[in-house]
């Protein structure tokens, strides 16, 4: 079979069916394109809220475990040991108080008045700790319930350093955005399949004689299958494209500077994009291939 | 050779006699065949008969005996209950769908109704069953051409089928059916919507098929036809085959009328 006369007929078919049921080929593009807009629009949203829980993390995952003044250089070691051997923990560190105004002086800008206290005679206030770099953020509480027992930290309400509450929550939204983009996609989605089928069996149905007379003069059941499915592809991949086009509209309507909103970069909209079109094709030609099963039957 | 595209032939003017390859292995074999439609109707009971290539067979019978179902058994729209039902030697049975089409090719059908896409020209209606088994195939126009020529409407390429006569349309059909050159030709009812001078035509153009090389199986009510062919007969009555014959008639004497 030669295939560009068979590409032409395919593609002319495809397209004289998409033009001549043009009512239902339209409520295709309808639903098809609000399924990928879900889609696209809970991918956005996850992409952002795992980027703020990744900046979290990062800072939650060291963690420092502040020491009271009154120990010992033996026994603060000695914690740092038992802390290092911990399967979760990565590094254990000390930093004695020295350091610990050392670096409060360069990041924070406060050696002035570190140097002021002291030469008051009021001594260096910033506690010497044990600062743990974790594997696992998962591991943060644990750790911290372990450590807080000990008689040998700082005493006070911030005897470790880290935001407790935020990461849950944070994973909350995620877990939320996914199952709601999951739920919405799955719903759309299979009204836009039935749609697509649709669309695709009255195509079908109006074609009805040709395909009969198709399949006496001996067209294979793929020959007749083609234009059928390139029918739903073309409205799958022409849906993908509006989704793409709104979505990437909103994006650089909310975003600023060299991202789109939500903080979503270029190459992550030019992936959401491809996926989008790969979706929609995907779509259309299952839609099409249960659309013309019936027609085959025989 | 070419045959008079005149609408009506003289008729009786029939095709000099093409003798059946009897020596031959048989095209056709029909072999304690039954069919029963899922409904429960028996449209065929226990059938057996053979058909040497290039034999000319008119199948006969009253509405409801089955013909029909016949020529369905052979291009395998339908499959046999019982029995088996082998065309060249291959048992359409154990035909894998996927060969089904090369099945096809082999075969011209036409029907009654012509089947014909009323929003393509007489060229196109031609043309599309090399589009859509062997699309590129060289010398497409030449191939229209030629089978037009034989049936004789090389002059209405352009024609849409609303605006031919009937035997004209079916003409048309016939060429459709006769572009992959078939070894078998099947015609169910060809005449039955036609006007006696145009069937008559129609059918001088299945002997003339016939007579090119084509086994011809048609199924017919047309009584005037058969008996002025004395071909071979198969007579169905219930689904029976009650009647096989060469050089045969429509009825026999005492039979009832169909
Ligand atoms: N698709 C079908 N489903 C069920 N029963 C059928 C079907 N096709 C045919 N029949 C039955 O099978 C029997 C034979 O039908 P068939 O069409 O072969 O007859 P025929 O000889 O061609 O008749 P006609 O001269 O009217 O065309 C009839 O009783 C008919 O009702
Ligand atoms: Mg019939």
């Known amino acids: 079979m030669n295939p560009v006369p068979a590409l032409r007929f395919v593609v002319r078919v495809a397209l004289q069916n998409i033009v001549r049921n043009r009512g239902i080929a339209f409520a295709s593009l309808l639903t098809v394109t609000l399924t990928l807009l879900g889609a696209g629009a809970a991918v956005g949203v996850v992409f952002a809220l795992d980027k703020v829980l990744q900046q979290e993390e990062s800072q939650a995952s060291v963690l420092k475990v502040f020491m009271a003044d009154h120990i010992s250089f033996a026994s603060a070691l000695n914690l740092e040991h038992t802390l290092a051997s911990e399967p979760s923990v990565q590094t254990a560190s000390f930093e004695n108080k020295d350091q610990a105004a050392a670096q409060a002086s360069s990041t924070l800008g406060l050696g002035g008045a570190l140097h002021i206290l002291e030469s008051s005679g009021g001594g260096n206030p910033l506690p010497a700790s044990i600062n743990l770099h974790l594997k696992n953020i ?22 470790t350093d880290y935001n407790k509450d935020v990461i849950p929550r944070v994973e909350h939204y995620i877990l939320a955005a996914q199952l709601g983009g999951a739920i919405l996609v799955a719903v759309v989605g299979a009204v836009a399949l039935v749609i697509i089928t649709i669309s695709v069996r009255t195509a079908a149905f109006v074609r009805r004689q040709e395909i009969e007379i198709m399949k006496l003069v001996g067209a294979t059941d793929w020959f007749v299958r083609w234009p059928f499915i390139l029918e739903g592809m073309i409205l799958g991949v022409i849906s993908a494209l509006l989704a793409s086009g709104v979505l990437l509209g909103v994006g ?47 | 050779m070419s045959i008079s595209a005149s609408p ?27 069919k029963t439609y899922p409904n429960g109707a028996a449209a065929i009971r226990d059938i057996s008969f053979t058909i040497p290539p290039r034999d000319f067979v008119f199948v006969v019978g009253a509405s409801g005996a089955g013909k029909s179902t016949i020529i369905r058994l052979l291009i395998r729209e ?181």
């Open chain 1, 138 to 159: 998962a591991a943060v509480t644990a750790i911290n319930n372990q450590v807080s027992t000990s008689d040998l930290l700082f005493p006070g309400p911030h005897q």
């Open chain 1, 252 to 298: 650089v309507t909310f975003g600023s500077g060299g991202s789109l909103a939500l903080g979503v970069g270029m190459r992550l909209a030019v992936l959401i994009s491809l996926g989008l079109i790969l979706g929609g094709a995907v779509l259309g030609s299952f839609g099409s291939l249960v659309g013309i099963r019936r027609s085959l039957a025989t």
């Open chain 2, 8 to 34: 009506a032939p003289p008729r009786p003017q029939v095709a000099e006699t093409t003798r059946p390859a009897r020596h031959e292995p048989p095209i056709i074999v029909f072999q304690n065949v039954s």
């Open chain 2, 78 to 258: 339908e499959t046999a209950t019982k029995g088996h039902v082998l065309v060249e030697g291959q048992d359409l049975a154990r035909l894998r769908r996927r060969h089904l089409p090369r099945l096809r090719r082999k075969m011209g059908i036409v029907f009654q109704d012509f089947k014909l896409l009323p929003n393509l020209t007489v060229a196109q209606n031609v043309a599309f069953a090399i589009q859509v088994t062997d699309p590129g195939r060289s010398h497409l126009k030449e191939k229209v051409g030629e089978a037009l020529y034989i049936v004789g409407l090389e002059d209405k390429l352009n024609t849409f089928p609303t605006e031919l006569s009937g035997g004209e349309q079916q003409r048309v059909a016939i060429a459709r059916a006769l572009v992959h050159r078939p070894r078998i030709f099947l015609a169910d009812e060809p005449t039955g919507n036609l006007d006696p001078d145009a069937g008559w035509g129609i059918v001088q153009l299945l002997l003339q098929i016939n007579h090119r090389g084509a086994t011809v199986v048609m199924a017919t009510h047309n009584r005037e036809v058969v008996d002025l062919c004395r071909r071979r007969v198969l007579a169905m009555e219930g689904g029976c085959l009650i009647r096989d014959e060469q050089e045969g008639q429509y009825l026999k004497e005492g039979e009832a009328n169909l």
